[in-house]
């Protein structure tokens, strides 16, 4: 009877890694393919073909991906595929497809939500898959940079209405939308990934771009390399000169050094004469 269990347990195992192994490129095409789709589901409607053009961000341990999405040589609008970073949902991470268009003044409004992945409570938490939905209803149509990353429930001046019975769903949706826009804000340059945290970027801050792993065309760049060098060549002359005083110093205590050496082996040579003296008498 073990001989026969082992047996159908072996050849059952052998034939589901034969069939991941035959449907896995099948499944991957497939994902890819609905994200393709969930990156016009989240932008206006439009007549022509679509350009696409992707840029991926490191923060952490996770991929932030951002696709400019181009209509007759004109952006229609961004595409950004992100997980909840610092909050989980009930079961596990979130990970949205939020879509950005910009206004003529280059403001960005949240134009549409795809939820792509989520483990949720059937029922609570995964409404969020629902069109309409009181989280995806608190924030269409609003201007990116306006919003407060929170649910209403945790703090009054929060832009998220939570879901019923749902509150930590709720969080983790929050922060994955915030998370996206952060993206957004990458792509555009106005905010900077420094060692895979993301840090916002002006115009009063001291720092080198070169220490980030992702800086976009900044025509302020040259200057503040400038200013960093001049910074840089000022620091090495006041080093100089502290090194030629401390040399100075070093010299001057050698000299009272030998002075003392030689007032020392004066006293040697009088006390060996007084002992020479003692033993002749």
């Known amino acids: 009877m073990v001989v026969v269990l082992f047996t159908i347990t072996a050849i059952s195992a052998l034939l589901v890694a034969l069939v991941n192994d035959v449907t896995k490129d099948a499944i991957a095409e497939a994902e890819q393919k609905n994200k393709d789709l969930a990156k016009l589901e989240v932008l206006p409607s439009f007549d022509g073909q679509a350009e696409m053009n992707d840029t991926s961000y ?24 992100a997980p909840s970073l610092t909050a989980n949902g009930y079961a596990d991470k979130i990970y949205l497809m939020v879509g950005f268009v910009e206004d003529e003044a280059g403001r960005a409004k949240i134009h549409g939500v795809k939820v792509l992945s989520q483990k949720e409570t059937p029922g609570l938490g995964a409404n969020m898959i629902k069109p309409g939905n009181k989280l995806e209803s608190s924030i269409l149509g609003k201007y990116a940079d306006d919003l407060v990353f929170k649910v209403k429930k945790d703090d009054a001046s929060g832009s998220f209405d939570a879901l019923t019975g749902s509150t930590i769903s709720s969080r983790a949706y929050a922060n994955a939308v915030e998370t996206a826009y952060a993206g957004y804000l990458m792509k555009k340059g106005l905010l900077l990934n420094k060692g895979n945290v993301a840090v916002e970027k002006s115009a009063e801050d001291d720092m080198d771009v070169k220490d980030y792993e992702h800086v976009t065309d900044d025509p302020n760049a040259e200057e503040l390399n400038a200013e960093e060098d001049v910074n840089t060549s000022d620091e090495g002359v006041e080093s100089v000169e502290s090194v030629e005083a401390i040399e100075a110093e070093g010299a001057d205590a050698t000299d009272e050094v030998s002075v003392d050496e030689a007032s020392v082996n004066e006293q040697l040579d009088e006390s060996e004469t007084q002992k020479g003296e003692v033993n002749n008498e």
């Open 58 to 81: 490191q923060i952490g341990d996770f991929t932030v991906n951002v696709t400019e999405v181009k209509v007759d040589g004109k952006i229609l609008g961004y595409a950004v595929e």
